[in-house]
C-alpha cells in the first residue's frame, strides 16, 4: 500500500518534501546523531573524571568538552527532539489535517537547523568554544578560542526554534478537523501550543545577545566588558530570560508525551484534562518569570531573590498537579506494561527527583552552598537527561511503529530501558553526594576524597551508553527483522491511530470524521 | 482585467481560512520580533540607569532635526501603505503599486538620512567599541557605551528597513505582474503588518535617541 515512505524515493524526494512526516523524520535522524555526538563528549569528560589530576584530555581540551557537550545537547538535541520531531509529524495528524499551516517555512525550518548546525560543528572542529554553553562574559569576548561560530550557529538555529514555534501555534488554531475544538484535542497538542509560545517569545531575546556577543567577541565592542563601562550582569539577565524558559521548551513536550502514553497505555481517560492542559500554560507563564534564581551568588538584592524563589517555587506547584494527575490515570487502569511505560515509570521517578531538588535550590540558603556545585550538575541533568530524554525514548519506541510501520522487539526495549535507567541513576545519583559535599562543576581537577564518588559516576555512564546502543542497534534491527505493525498496536483511542501505520501521504485515507473524544475508553474500540 | 485569486492550498478548507493562517503567522513572527528588540531596549534602559548624565547629554549630542524628519518620512510611508491597502480592496490595482512603491521610496529615504547621520558620526570620530577621536577627548567609559548601543539599535532596526523596503519592491513588482484583485489584498496586509512593526521600532527609538535631552 502506497504511503508516505514509499510514495517517493528519490533522496530528492526527501530533500524537496514539504511533508511534516517526512520533515520530521529528517529532525529525528539528526537530532539522534548531535545525541550521539554530545553523548561522546560526555564520556570523555566522565573518563576524565576518573582520576583528580589530569587523566586523558589537557585542562583546555577540558573546557571545550564541557562547553560543547553543553551546546550540542542543548541546541541540537533537547530543543528541537520533541517539537521538530514528534511534534512535526504527529501535531497534523492529531488535529486530523493533511499538513502544519506552512509547510514550505516548516521544511526552511530544517534547512536552517542544518546550517546552524553546521555552523556549531565547524566552532567544534578547531580551537573549539571554551565559553561553557551559557556564554557568560567577559570571558566569551575575549577568549582566543572560536566562540563566534558557535554563537552564531546558536542564533542560526534560533530561527528554526522560533518558525516551528509560528507554525504549530497556526496549525492548532486553522486546521482542527471540522468540529475539533480546543479542549477535544490530544494534549500533546497542549504540550506543544505552550512550548510554541516559549519558543516565539524566548528565543529572540536569546538571539539578539548572544549577538551582541558576537559583536564584542569579533568586532571589540566592549558592551559587557566592566573595564570598559559595561556590566556583565546585563548580559546574565538577558541570557537567562530565555534560557531559564528553555528549560520549560525541554520539558513541555516530553510531558505531553507522558500524556499520550499513559492515557493510551492506562485504556483510562486522564483523571482531568483540564488540569493537563492548563498546568502546562502555568508553567509556560511562570517560567518567564523565574530566570533570577541563577543568579542568586552574582549580585541580587535579597528581596528580588526572595522573589525569584517563591515563583520558581511556583513551577512545582503546576509540575505536581501533572504528576498527581498522570499516577492518577494509572490508578486502576487496565495497564498494559510495554516499553514506552517502563521509560514513563522511570520519568515519573526521575522527574519528581529532579523536581524536588530543583525546589531546594530555588530557596536562597540552600543555592549559596549549592550554586556551581555538582549538585546543581545533577538536578538539571536529572530534568534534562532523566526526564526529557526518557520520554524522548519512550515516544521513540511508543510512536515507533507508526512512524516505520514495523514493530520494535518488546524484550529487548525493556532491557534497552532498564539499562538506561540504572545507567542514568549510577550517572547522576553520585554527583548530588558530590556537589554536597562541595565539588565545583566546570573543574578540570578534583580532591582527592570525591574520587569513589567520580569512578561510580563513570562506570554509570558507560551502563547509560550502553543502554542508548542497545536501544539504537534493536531499533534500527527492527527495521529489518521487527514485525509488521498494526494500525493500533496499544488499543489507543487518540486520534493518530486510527489511520494506517505507516500513514498515507495526506496522513487520513479519507477526510477524519472524529466522532469520539481522543480519551474516550468508556466507549468501545470502533474497527480501523 | 483579471483579478488572480491566490491558490488554495490542500491543506486548507477554504481561502478565508488560509489568509487568516497567514495573518496569525505574521502577528506571531512580530510578537517574536518585538521580544528581539526588547533585548536591545532592556540595553539600553540598564545603562541609561547607570549612567543618566552621560546618555543624557549623548541623545543632546545626536542631530534632532534630521531624527525627526526621519520619523516623519517613515510615518507617511506607512500612510501611503494604508491607502494601498484601500486601494487594492477597491480593486484599483495601478494606484495600490504606484503607493505601495511610494512607501518602499519612503524607506530607502530614511535610509539615506539615516545613512548620513552615520557618516556625521563617523567624521566626528565616533565608532562602535568606543573606537576614534571623540572617545580620545571623552574619555568617560559611558559615552563608549552610549554610542555603542546608538549603533546596534539603529543598526539592527536599520537592517529591518532594508529588508522591508526590498518586500515592499518585490510586492510592487508581483501585484503589478500578477494583475492582483482585492481577493489577493491579504498579502498586502501581512506585509504591511511588518512594515508597520517597523515603523513603531523606530517610535521608540525617536524618543530614547533625539528626544529624552533635557535635565531632570
Redesign the interface.
Known sequence: MKNYLNCETTIWSWLSTKDHKRIGVMFLVSVTLFLLVGGVFALILRLEHLTPGPTLVSPNMYNQLFTLHGVVMVWLFLIPAIPAGFGNFFLPIMLGAKDVAFPRLNLASLYIFWIGAILTIYGVLDRAADTGWTFYPPYSSQTYTKATPVLLGVFVLGWSTIITGVNFITTIHTLRAKGMRFMDMPLFAWALYGVSIIQILGTPVLGIILLMVVMDHSFDWGLFDPARGGDPLIYQHIFWFYSHPAVYIMILPPMGVVSEIVTSMAHKNPLSYKAIAYSTFGIAFVGFLTWGHHMFTSGMSELNAGIFGILSMGVAVFSAIKVFTWTGTLYRGSVWIRTPLVYIFAFLFLFIFGGMTGVAVAATSLDVHWHDTYFVVAHFHFIMVGASLTAFLAALHYWWPKITGKMYFEGWGVAGAILVFLGFVGTFFPQFLLGNAGMPRRYYHYSEQFQALNVLSTAGSWVLALGLLLVLVTLIWSLVAGEKAPANPWNSRSYEWMTPSPPPKENFPETPRFVRGPYDYHLPLEPP | MNLAVPKL?????DLP?QA??AR??MW??L???A??????F??YA??RA??PEIFREGVAHNDLVLGTVNTFILLTGSLFLSLALWALRAARRALSVLLTAATGLAGLVYLIIKATEWAHHMAEGIF????GRFFVENP???W??FY??YY?LTG?HAIHVTVGVGILAWTAWWMHRERVGPAAAYKLAIVGLYWHFVDIVWLFLWPLFYLLRNPA
Open positions: 492550498q490542500h491543506h486548507f478548507e481560512k487568516h493562517a496569525l503567522g506571531l513572527f510578537a517574536s520580533e521580544l528581539f528588540f526588547s533585548g536591545l532592556t540595553l540598564a545603562y547607570h549612567y562602535p567599541g568606543g573606537r568617560e567609559p559611558a563608549a557605551i555603542t548601543s546596534g539592527f
